[in-house]
């Protein structure tokens, strides 16, 4: 069954520093997402992206926060300056649909930890 | 603003038994509803899901109610088998958007 594919597992970065973190999606899904879940808590959403541009963003998702799909495959986010607070699991999710029309597909996820 | 709520952080049950889980919404917009699964370590996986125009979904063991006067859904696991236990995600979405929303989950332990 194919699956979304994120590496790093696991990335620890210094405070201020830059982090990309990146994800395969399914290759005939057409709408790519990040999540989040600080330890313990819900999973937060952060941004959708559709059609080479972003769909949907939440309040989290500032300009530290960027998406790319450079080549047609991988889908990657960045946070420019990390800081404390942006230690968490971070999941990229595909789906065929929109919201409301299909479900999402998880990777497995990469643990950023902030130093 | 917690739109998805899953007021049970947690719920143990007797291998066999069935397994109840809750969640409330309150943005009446909300259209489709997920249940997800999630193990340590690993990312969610989906399960079932209920379109608004249904009151009930099912897909082997799993069954998914939901109730749009009360806004409410729940997952019903029957029987419930010890590979159950983990953490469960109720989620929302609206048609023509392009995020969901996620409850707090329930973690839900299974007795052999």
């Known amino acids: 069954e194919p699956e979304v594919t994120q590496t790093p597992s696991h990335q620890v970065t210094q405070m201020g520093q830059e982090v990309i973190l990146r994800c395969v999606p399914i290759?005939?899904?057409?709408?790519f997402y990040w999540y989040r879940q600080i330890l313990g808590q819900k999973v937060e959403f952060l941004v959708s992206f559709y059609n080479n541009e972003i769909s949907e963003k939440s309040e989290i998702f500032d300009d530290q926060f960027s998406v790319e799909r450079p080549d047609g495959s991988n889908f990657t986010l960045k946070i420019r300056s990390t800081k404390l607070e942006d230690s968490a699991m971070y999941f990229c999710a595909s789906s065929r649909d929109g919201a409301g029309n299909s479900p999402l597909h998880f990777g497995n996820g990469t643990r950023l930890t902030v130093t | 603003d917690q739109q998805v709520k899953q007021n049970s952080p947690s719920l143990s049950v007797q291998e066999g038994r069935i397994s109840i889980l809750n969640c409330d919404y309150t943005?009446?917009?909300?259209?489709?509803f997920l249940w997800y699964k999630k193990y340590p370590a690993e990312g969610p996986t989906f399960l079932i899901s209920i379109s608004s125009i249904k009151d009930k979904n099912e897909d082997g063991r799993f069954t998914v109610f939901l109730n749009k006067s009360a806004k409410h859904l729940s997952l019903h696991i029957v029987p419930s088998q010890p590979g159950d236990s983990a953490v469960y995600f109720c989620?929302?979405?609206?048609?023509?958007?392009?995020?969901?929303?996620f409850g707090t989950g329930t973690r839900l332990k299974v007795l052999a």
């Open positions: 989620a929302a979405g609206t048609s023509g958007t392009y995020k969901y929303i």
């Open positions: 290759s005939n899904h057409l709408y």
């Open positions: 943005n009446s917009m909300f259209d489709y």
